[in-house]
T-cell receptor
Framework: DTEVTQTPKHLVMGMTNKKSLKCEQH?????MYWYKQKAKKPPELMFV???????INESVPSRFSPECPNSSLLNLHLHALQPEDSALYLC??????????????FGSGTRLTVV | QKEVEQNSGPLSVPEGAIASLNCTYS??????FFWYRQYSGKSPELIMS????GDKEDGRFTAQLNKASQYVSLLIRDSQPSDSATYLC?????????????FGAGTRLAVHP
């Protein structure tokens, strides 16, 4: 299995809703990432988990809450989002020691629209 | 100065030509570099990685790295319309227990028949 699976593929939520994005990989990768990508912009790093521990939080607002229940799963909990949070949310994973050879493997992304 | 800089394009080339995409980076300590292809509405897909000075070839793709000039390039030979996409240059800024890819803004490539 060489894939990173993200669900749902599309999500529309109101500003008072609570929702979660899910990401799963079975490649034995021990580093997982959340990126946010706005239209015609590059992906921007949000969070990094290494060995299930949060290693980087790029000053992301608290309305985004990451969670790594185990080495294969990564969640992003969303609460009280704003319309400007609408974007493509990308999950990625890497084998920490082999990133130079293989880079990240990205999931297909969740297209989030906040109304 | 942005950490990773690319011309936004569009770069327009005829089918069969060589497309040349360029990228510069600001952190001289960066060690590994990546090229990703992203089709509209899709997620990035890794094309090439490079971490030694010189050229690295994989099929129709050649990545070139010059650390002294802080310059990375991607050549696409025999360009096809299916190569039309945005190409993202990325630099690894991670250390220790994690890796951190910083992306350039991307260059949009259009290959016309």
């Amino acid at each position: 299995d060489t894939e990173v699976t993200q669900t749902p593929k599309h999500l529309v939520m109101g500003m008072t809703n609570k929702k979660s994005l899910k990401c799963e990989q079975h490649m034995g990768h021990r580093a997982m990432y959340w990126y946010k990508q706005k239209a015609k912009k590059p992906p921007e790093l949000m969070f990094v988990y290494s060995y299930e521990k949060l290693s980087i939080n790029e000053s992301v607002p608290s309305r985004f809450s990451p969670e790594c229940p185990n080495s294969s799963l990564l969640n992003l909990h969303l609460h009280a989002l704003q319309p400007e949070d609408s974007a493509l949310y990308l999950c990625a994973s890497s084998h920490r020691d082999d990133v130079e050879a293989y880079g990240y493997t990205f999931g297909s992304g969740t297209r989030l629209t906040v109304v | 100065q942005k950490e990773v800089e690319q011309n936004s394009g569009p770069l327009s080339v005829p089918e069969g030509a060589i497309a040349s995409l360029n990228c510069t980076y600001s952190d001289r300590g960066s060690q590994s570099f990546f090229w990703y292809r992203q089709y509209s509405g899709k997620s990035p897909e890794l094309i090439m990685s490079i971490y030694s000075n010189g050229d690295k070839e994989d099929g129709r793709f050649t990545a070139q790295l010059n650390k002294a000039s802080q310059y990375v390039s991607l050549l696409i030979r025999d360009s096809q319309p299916s190569d039309s996409a945005t190409y993202l240059c990325a630099v690894n800024r991670g250390s220790g227990g994690y890796n951190k890819l910083i992306f350039g803004a991307g260059t949009r490539l259009a290959v016309h028949p």
